[in-house]
Nanobody
Framework: QVQLVESGGGLAQAGGSLRLSCVGS???????MGWYRRASGKQLELVAT???????NYADSVKGRFTISRDNVKNTVYLQMNSLRLEDTAVYYC???????????????WGQGTQVTVSS
């Protein structure tokens, strides 16, 4: 089965930085990985995506501050978050658009989520 295990969440001060990591397993092919976030009482938001060819896309709200990267061999995706703002406070979820071993076709898989809290 596919698992996505996140780490690196926690508390940071406004203007500070955090680095999130998410390690995938159980996938024989990963087309892309990404990060979503959900702030309390708000809708789920796509933060960033990265393809196996390292093409990236960012939400306007994080562009220039966050950087997504991946290690395709390790099936790991990272989110470097700089210049953090109070509004970045949310639960962050990593995703993988991937083929699970023994299955056909791509599915989207989700991590468990990790809390990021930014204080002033």
């Amino acid at each position: 089965q596919v698992q996505l295990v996140e780490s690196g969440g926690g508390l940071a001060q406004a203007g500070g930085s955090l680095r999130l990591s998410c390690v995938g397993s159980g996938m024989i092919f990963v087309n892309s990985m990404g990060w979503y976030r959900r702030a309390s009482g708000k809708q789920l938001e796509l933060v960033a995506t990265i393809t196996s060819g390292d093409s990236t896309n960012y939400a306007d709200s994080v562009k220039g501050r966050f950087t997504i990267s991946r290690d395709n061999v390790k099936n790991t995706v990272y989110l470097q978050m700089n210049s953090l703002r109070l509004e970045d406070t949310a639960v962050y979820y990593c995703t993988a658009d991937a083929i699970q071993g023994g299955k056909l076709g791509l599915d989207k898989y989700w991590g468990q989520g990790t809390q990021v809290t930014v204080s002033s």
